[in-house]
């Protein structure tokens, strides 16, 4: 066999090798032919045959087609006996891709006679120049017109049918075109299906029908029925599909199902429907949908709405009052959904509806309950404020009374004692003399203390120099009672607040320091404060046990609260702060945060 003898005929035809030729060299050099096929195996072996044939007489051979279809014709070439290589190297054999070929000569989305003649009669002239042979013959396989009929462009397909016959009008060639017969499979594919065939001068059938094909005619016919029988079977498993869903959504019982035309004039009614609005199908049938939704809503246009989000932007979910046929309302969820036919076009919509009263109520009482005990918690934080002021105000009247009052009469008694020991220091009493030492002595004692209760009970310098230089005071006397080392971060710029505010974190700090001294075991602490442009920031950190061991401490998580920490916590939230302790590494950190603007 040469390098490009034609093979055996694909079709099963007793056709041998000269049969084949003489075929070829009788055959239009112009034809134009469709192919209809069911398997793409078929395809691909009718068209190695036409291509082969071409090939094995010494003309060339053009293949348009998708990736899948022209590697299975060359993969047949090559298992028919025909070096493709060379026929490629020789120009005799050209491959193209469909898809690509077609966007060269598509112009926003149509086609362009002058590209196309200018793209695909190059393809043609160029094949035929490569033979060496001005009689040489082209054999073309185009599959564009399929690809165009699958994106639903059935008049693009039919018109680049015709821009083909345009242009064997001007260059020799045989065309072969093919469709998959499954691209037909509706009744309103018959007339372009018609259109299609008249624009060939062969028409081939798939491959079920070709032994019994005769004449041209019949094959047109056969062809026809096949496309018939095609949208028939489409049709009857559509209708079987569209009856199954029908039953199934009429027997939903907890939804109410039902479809309405663009209007929202109700055309269809399942028995959820039935069950939860209360009409039956006869009474409802026909008439609006916005019959469903309350006097006042109606006034403002909300069914129009509805349909129109639904139409816009393809979906609406809402939930609302609706009214069934005795005139009660319920509480329902909504799903309206626009259906739309294979062109776009709105043909009706879908409605999907939940009785969801039960739920309804059963939120309103949660949420009745939420605001019930929010008005408790405000009413509780209310008492405890006043709680907490009323506690100031007592430390404040104790600490003046401590100074003006049990402090005074201290002083004036160790005043007393003095004068009396001046009196008695030249008497020879040496007993009775450092006796009185003593006395002066314990006396200065309890005056130092007191002053110190009195101050710790309320700092006369919190209100006369601010929260800093008190802070400053109370620290300097922590660490000397306490023994543990502590720092305060403080800028000197520290800003004067309002008193509420100074009054509660000078107490916040005064807690916590007590809290590390009782509890904590640490031998360091550190107090930082901070004032930003809209919150004062307080941390006070230690290095001790940590909070989950300290005993009678508060509540980080599932722990219960001290009094002091409780009341730490309370004082930042009545002043609108958030508070956090939390466990530091190692010891405990305690966080603070007040904002300006409730102090302000």
């Excluded at 050209?94 to 006679?113: N, P, R």
């Excluded at 082209?138 to 994106?151: H, K, T």
């Excluded at 043909?347 to 949660?366: A, H, N, W």
């Amino acid at each position: 066999m040469s390098e490009f003898e034609p093979p055996e005929a694909a079709s099963g035809e007793a056709m041998d090798v000269n049969e084949a030729l003489a075929a070829w060299r009788e055959s239009d050099r112009q034809a134009h032919t469709v192919q209809f096929y069911e398997d793409d195996s078929f395809l691909v072996k009718e068209v190695s045959r036409f291509i082969g044939t071409a090939l094995g007489a010494g003309d060339c051979g053009v293949v348009i087609g998708t990736k899948a279809h022209r590697e299975g014709i060359a993969q047949q070439l090559k298992a028919n006996g025909l070096n493709i290589g060379v026929a490629i190297k020789q120009g005799r054999f050209v491959s193209l891709d469909a898809a690509e070929t077609l966007a060269k000569f598509m112009v926003a989305g149509h086609l362009d006679q002058e590209r196309f003649t200018s793209v695909i009669g190059e393809v043609i002239v160029r094949a035929q120049k490569a033979t060496g042979r001005e009689d040489a013959r082209v054999a073309a396989f185009g599959e564009m017109v399929a690809l165009l009929w699958a994106e639903g462009k059935s008049d693009a397909a039919i018109r680049l049918e015709q821009l083909w016959n345009s242009l064997a009008e001007t260059h020799a060639f045989s065309l072969h075109c093919a469709y998959p017969m499954r691209g037909f499979s509706r009744r309103d594919h018959s007339e372009p299906f018609l259109k299609i065939c008249a624009e060939h001068s062969g028409v081939l059938p798939a491959e079920s029908y070709m032994t019994l094909l005769q004449e041209e005619e019949r094959r047109r016919e056969v062809a026809h029925l096949q496309q018939k029988a095609q949208a028939v079977e489409s049709e009857a498993a559509l209708r079987l599909s569209e009856e199954r869903f029908r039953i199934l959504v009429e027997g939903v019982q907890d939804y109410a199902i039902y479809s309405m035309d663009p209007n929202g004039v109700i055309a269809s009614w399942n028995a959820g429907a039935h069950r939860i609005k209360g009409y039956t199908a006869e009474e409802i049938i026909g008439r609006n949908f916005s019959c469903f939704y309350p006097p006042e809503d109606v006034e403002k246009g909300l069914p129009g709405k509805v349909l129109q989000i639904a139409r816009e932007q393809g979906h609406y979910d809402g939930e609302g009052w609706r009214v069934k046929k005795d005139g009660s309302r319920f509480w329902c969820n909504v799903v309206v959904t626009p259906i739309r036919d294979n062109a776009g076009t709105l043909i009706g919509f879908s409605k999907i509806t939940r009785d969801m009263t039960e739920r309804k109520m059963l939120m309103d009482r949660v949420q009745q309950h939420a605001e019930e005990l929010e008005h408790a918690q405000q009413t509780l934080r209310r008492l405890s404020g006043q709680l907490l002021q009323v506690q100031d105000d007592e430390r404040r009247r104790l600490a003046r009374e401590l100074h003006d009052g049990a402090g005074q009469i201290l002083a004036a008694l160790n005043m007393n004692l003095e004068s009396l020991q001046d009196a008695i220091k030249a008497q020879i009493a040496p007993n009775m003399g450092k006796r009185l030492a003593e006395s002066i002595r314990l006396t200065n004692q309890v005056i130092k203390e007191t002053r110190t209760l009195s101050y710790l009970l309320h700092p006369p310098l919190l209100d006369e120099a601010g929260l800093r230089d008190a802070l400053h005071w109370f620290v300097g006397g922590f660490i000397e009672r306490s023994g543990i080392q502590t720092v305060l971060e403080i800028s000197p710029e520290f800003p004067r607040l309002p008193q509420e505010l100074e009054i509660a974190v000078f107490r916040i700090i005064q807690e916590g320091l007590t809290n590390i001294h009782r509890h904590s075991g640490s031998p360091k602490a550190r107090i930082c404060l901070e004032s930003g442009e809209n919150e004062i920031l307080l941390t006070i950190a230690d290095e001790g046990k940590g909070i989950s061991a300290a005993p009678g401490d508060g509540q980080n998580g599932n722990r219960k609260l001290g009094v002091g920490i409780a009341g730490m916590r309370e004082r930042v939230l009545q002043l609108g702060g958030c508070f956090e302790i939390s466990a530091g590494n190692p010891g405990t950190v305690i966080k603070a945060t007040f904002p300006l603007a409730v102090a302000e």
